[in-house]
């Protein structure tokens, strides 16, 4: 089973990864890096994940980090660190492929500086996590990456390393006018790092064909969120991998015939981190209004940056065409429980453009930037539905909202969150099928 973000990221996957490791041996990303930032609430205790795939909070589950993940060995001995220091098995059950690329500090210094620069020169800044992600699927993509598999070959490292460096210090230098990275340094860390990362490296896609020859049913964890994606997000206010659920295969060593579920996550509102267009967005800083609700109730803050999250309605345009490029067999709302005590609810279900009315989120950035949203009203509820375990347990008019969003957005819910802990769930109809 695939599951995606349907909308900016954010959307509570990792909550909703956790819980369906109940039923499942393996957990595995399949993109993105340490710009994802999963929070997961088990019996009230907090866990946020950002590399390491959220299958790892349950004893026994394995976790694999496919080649599509660009990895940094230094992020990752951090969360590793973290995660057994609160006593949680990881180094056994993790999985790395050697084919994934590595995030350099110079790609940091790179994906940093380039962000100063659009602002310097009035472009405007991509609003990135900062973690080097771009800079090092760029490698990737222009065949230079120095890769996992590299770590097993210090004189093979030192070569690939050296080469790079070489150029990032002359973009850093002549172009960007920050300071470059050492090679002796970056080189010592590396080959310290190594000894951490490789005896968990592995060929991903052979161990999860294995899996599925003994009928081991598999997660496919997605991280950031359709909107994201390098090809059919809002680019160029985008991040630098595809994030749809079609990347799933490639991204770990599998072929797209043993994918069959794929469940989207759709957050009950919208929220988006970073610049970009955003149609249904509201402001945040007034008190009183709905955007400020959102943004307090919702408690929406980056988890990897801090940074203020933008909130506004739900966009059921703009999640027709997720659903659409997804395949998405069901989907599972999240954060209801924010909308609780709003009289009124509303829908973004289109937009005017040149004069025209449209029912899906167009292509386009600027196309989306000039969109006027129209919205469809429904009453909202009083009563809390936090923590809420089952459908016929939300008042009337929370279900109604819920079957309206499966009829606009052309998708099932299979599941609905009333809360960020693994046991505030509501299952309508189980993924898994059990
Ligand atoms: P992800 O990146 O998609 O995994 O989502 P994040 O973890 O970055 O953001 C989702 C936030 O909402 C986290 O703090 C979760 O603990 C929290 N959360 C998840 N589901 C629910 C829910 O149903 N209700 C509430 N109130 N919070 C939730
Ligand atoms: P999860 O997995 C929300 C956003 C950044 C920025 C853009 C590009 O937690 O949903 P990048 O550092 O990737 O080059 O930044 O993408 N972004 C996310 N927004 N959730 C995420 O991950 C994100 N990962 C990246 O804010 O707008
Ligand atoms: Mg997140």
Not at 400 to 425: F, Q
Request: include cysteine.
């Amino acid at each position: 089973m695939v599951v995606v973000g349907n909308q900016w990221g954010d959307e509570g996957k990792g909550k909703v990864v956790d819980w369906l490791t109940d039923q499942a041996h393996g957990v595995v990303r399949f993109q993105g890096g340490h710009n994802a930032g999963h929070t997961l609430v088990i019996n009230g205790q907090k866990t946020a994940l950002q590399l390491i795939p959220s299958g790892v909070m349950r004893p026994g589950v394995a976790c694999y980090i496919g080649n599509g993940v660009v990895v940094d060995p230094s992020h990752l001995q951090l969360e590793i660190g973290r995660l057994e220091a609160a006593g949680v098995d990881v180094c056994s059950r993790l999985h790395i492929s050697e084919s994934c690329p590595l995030v350099l500090p110079s790609h940091v210094a790179l994906d940093v500086a380039r962000e100063a620069r659009r602002e310097s020169c009035g472009v405007g800044k991509i609003g990135t996590t900062g973690k080097g992600i771009g800079p090092a699927y760029e490698d990737k993509v222009a065949r230079r990456a120095v890769r996992a598999q590299d770590l097993k070959h210090p004189q093979r490292l030192a070569e690939k390393l050296r080469e790079t460096l070489d150029l990032h210090n002359f973009m850093l230098r002549a172009y960007l006018h920050a300071d470059e990275v050492p090679f002796a340094s970056t080189y010592a860390r590396l080959l310290e790092l190594a000894g951490l990362v490789t005896p968990m490296l592995a060929d991903v896609g052979d161990l999860i064909y294995k899996c599925h020859v003994r009928g081991e049913r598999l997660l496919f964890e997605g991280a950031q969120g359709t909107l994201l994606d390098i090809d059919h997000g809002t680019y160029p206010f985008v991040t630098s991998s595809n994030c749809v659920a079609g990347n799933a295969a490639a991204g770990s060593g599998i072929g797209p015939g043993y994918l069959d579920y794929v469940l989207g996550i759709t957050k009950a509102y919208t929220t988006r981190v970073g610049s970009g267009p955003f149609p249904s967005e509201l402001p945040i800083d007034v008190p009183g209004t709905v955007g400020h609700h959102l943004h307090t109730v919702g408690q929406e803050r980056g988890t990897v940056t801090g940074r203020p999250r933008r909130c506004g309605w739900l966009d059921t345009a703009a999640l027709k065409r997720a659903n659409i490029i997804n395949s998405t067999s069901g989907q599972c709302i999240t954060k209801l429980d924010v909308l609780d005590g709003l009289a009124e609810i509303r829908m973004c279900v289109g937009y005017r453009l040149d004069g025209k009315v449209i029912d899906i989120l167009p292509l386009d950035a600027d196309d989306i930037a000039r969109c006027e949203p129209m919205y469809e009203s429904m009453p909202g509820w009083t009563q809390s539905t936090a923590g809420v375990t089952r459908w016929d347990a939300l008042p009337q008019a929370a279900r109604n909202y819920l079957d309206r969003i499966a009829e606009l957005s052309g998708t099932p819910i299979a599941m609905v969150s009333t809360g960020p802990d693994r046991e505030h769930t509501i299952v309508l109809q189980h993924p898994f099928g059990v």
